[in-house]
Each structure stands twice: as C-alpha cells, then as structure tokens.
Nanobody
Framework: VQLQASGGGLVQAGGSLRLSCAASGRISNTNVMGWYRQAPGKQRELVADITTNGSTNYGDSAKGRFTISRDNSQNAVYLEMNSLRPEDTAVYYC????????????WGQGTLVTVSS
C-alpha cells in the first residue's frame, strides 16, 4: 500500500494551495486519515486529521485557515490551505491509520509547501 501526496509548491503569503493524497492498494477505508508537516529543524506535527464519518481534528496552526476533507470511496484525503504564511513552509505528509484489526499505519512520501513573504 502506498500513499501518494501531491499539490505542494511555491506560493506567496496570503495565497492558497490544495493538497491531495490517495491510497493505492487495498486497505480498509474505516480509518483516520490526516496531514502532518515537518519544517526544517522542527518535529513533525499534526496539521489535521479526519475519521471515516467526517469527524475532524485540527492542530492550532491550522484552525480557521485549513480545511480537511476525504473521499471514502477513493481512500483519499485533501487539505485546503488558505491564508498561507511563511511559517507554513514545510514538507507535508499524509497518513492513514487504523488502531484495530486490521491494524495499519501508512505514511506518504511528503510534498513540499513553500510560502514566500
């Protein structure tokens, strides 16, 4: 199973980007999918995650600016990012995890988001 993330790039402060991530291979679509990010010299942090039934959880940095959504039929997750700031610059990783049988925890390869001031 692979998670393929896309949509990163260079954007000016105040701009928007939409990240996408889809799972290839067969996995149960009853899971939590989410986005994390890691800036240079910093620990990886949660941006947002979403359960199969649509319950969402946002990190403090994302609240009010980012929106996470998913397509259960495609095992895909999306992140709409608005009002981007230079401090949002990071590699963004998608994740799909399930804590009960069948347990799994998959990470995507990361997509770079660079926000210029």
């Amino acid at each position: 199973v692979q998670l393929q993330a896309s949509g990163g790039g260079l954007v000016q402060a105040g701009g928007s980007l939409r990240l996408s991530c889809a799972a290839s291979g067969r996995i149960s679509n009853t899971n939590v999918m989410g986005w994390y990010r890691q800036a240079p010299g910093k620990q990886r942090e949660l941006v947002a995650d979403i359960t199969t039934n649509g319950s969402t959880n946002y990190g403090d940095s994302a609240k009010g600016r980012f929106t996470i959504s998913r397509d259960n039929s495609q095992n895909a997750v999306y992140l709409e990012m608005n009002s981007l700031r230079p401090e949002d610059t990071a590699v963004y990783y998608c994740r799909a995890r399930r804590s009960y049988f069948p347990v799994y925890d998959y990470w995507g390869q990361g997509t770079l988001v660079t926000v210029s001031s």
